[in-house]
Each structure stands twice: as structure tokens, then as C-alpha cells.
């Protein structure tokens, strides 16, 4: 299987999610393997439609593998860590991406920063789920109309939502770094991205968490 792709429908267009950090060997593959993990785990295997989940860092380390401790986070929550190779975040990645989601307010301005109308698909990952959390599932067409359909609706009425729910503090958007940590805050990190992501892949999906 290519790269964070999730085999398609016939005639389906690609939604891409990029994740973006400062490597793209710790929060970004962490963030990048455990969306496509809880895609597939939500969805039973493939999804209805075409997804593409990818990582780069504005920094990147340029295929270099990813932290040992990044890995060793994956597994614990049962996600593939294999195959691995960093990237710099480049203007043709940009381009490509439906949904940007990055770690910190400073990615999200670099990424801003870099042009191609990038502003109303470019979020931190922490206030894309505050605005979906707002967001009325009914709202959303449904799986069947293609993933691509509700992942494009969903985009678009988080960044209408964008000026209305603010953080509740500057850090309540921030993903921190782990680098050079112990595995015990790249633990934490792992289950603050995992939480952060539960709500989005709801969103996305229309499946909640299996029990």
C-alpha cells in the first residue's frame, strides 16, 4: 500500500490531510500513523471513498526515520510505525492538501505563510477538533455520497466556525515537542494527539469509537 493511502471508489477524487511539526520524526508520524490507524480500525479496512494521510516537517529531517520513542508510542496503541522516511515540508505538499493540521500555532503560520489559499485548510490539530467538536454530525453528508465529500464539508464549516469558538488559552492549541524527551512525555504526547484525534475521525467517519 502507498504511503497513508487508503484504497478508493472508482471515480472518487483524493482528500489529502497533511500533519505538520518541526521534523517530521516525532508529533507528525506519531499524528500521520495514528489517524490512518483509527481510520481503518473505525471503517472495518478501506474507506468509502479516497484518503491520502501524509507528514512533513518545516524543518525536516529528510528521510531520516522516525524517533525510536515515536515508534515505541505507535506500538502501544497497535499502530504501524514501519516504512517510515521524514520530509520537508515543501509548497508542492501544500498545494495538495484538503486539511493541513499542524502542531503548533507557529506551524500553522508557516504553513499560512507559504501561500496557495492555504489559510482556510490550514489548523492546528487541537482547534480543528475544538471546531468540530461544534459541529452537528447531521450536517455532514453521509459516508455513502464518498469520504472525500465529507471530509470537504467538514473543512469548510470548521473554518466558518474558525472566529467564533476561540482557545481558552494561548497553549490550549499546542502540541509540544518531544524530542530528546523520555518515553514517558513521548507517552503523553502520544495520548494527548490520540485524544485529540477521536473526535475528527468521528467526524470523518460517522463511526464512533468501537467498544
Not at 14 to 40: D, K, M, Q, Y
Not at 41 to 66: C, F, K, N, Q, Y
Not at 78 to 106: K, M, N, P, Q, Y
Not at 122 to 128: D, I, V
Request: contains cysteine.
Amino acid at each position: 500500500m502507498a504511503r497513508g493511502h487508503l484504497p478508493a471508489a472508482a471515480g472518487t477524487e483524493a482528500f489529502r490531510i497533511l500533519h505538520v511539526s518541526t521534523g517530521n520524526v516525532c508529533r507528525s508520524p506519531i499524528t500521520e500513523r495514528l489517524t490512518r490507524h483509527a481510520l481503518a480500525h473505525r471503517l472495518g479496512g478501506p474507506v468509502a471513498g479516497d484518503l491520502i494521510v501524509e507528514s512533513a516537517g518545516t524543518w525536516g529531517h529528510e528521510g531520516a526515520p522516525m524517533e525510536a520513542n515515536a515508534a515505541a508510542v505507535l506500538a502501544d496503541f497497535g499502530a504501524d510505525a514501519s516504512g517510515f522516511t521524514g520530509r520537508e515540508l515543501l509548497d508542492e505538499h501544500v498545494i495538495r492538501a484538503d486539511l493541513v493540521l499542524t502542531a503548533t500555532r507557529d506551524h500553522r503560520a508557516q504553513v499560512i505563510s507559504m501561500g496557495h489559499s492555504a489559510g482556510l485548510r490550514t489548523f492546528t490539530l487541537k482547534e480543528f477538533t475544538r471546531l468540530v467538536r461544534a459541529i452537528d454530525p447531521a450536517t455532514l453528508p453521509p459516508l455513502d455520497d464518498g469520504m472525500g465529500e465529507r471530509a470537504r464539508t467538514l473543512v469548510r464549516a470548521a473554518a466558518a466556525l474558525r472566529g467564533w469558538l476561540l482557545a481558552p488559552s494561548p497553549d490550549a492549541d499546542e502540541v509540544y515537542d518531544p524530542y530528546g524527551a523520555p518515553i514517558t512525555f513521548f507517552r503523553s504526547i502520544g495520548d494527548e494527539i490520540n485524544q485529540a484525534l477521536e473526535p475528527v475521525v468521528t467526524a470523518l467517519t460517522g463511526v464512533t469509537t468501537p467498544r
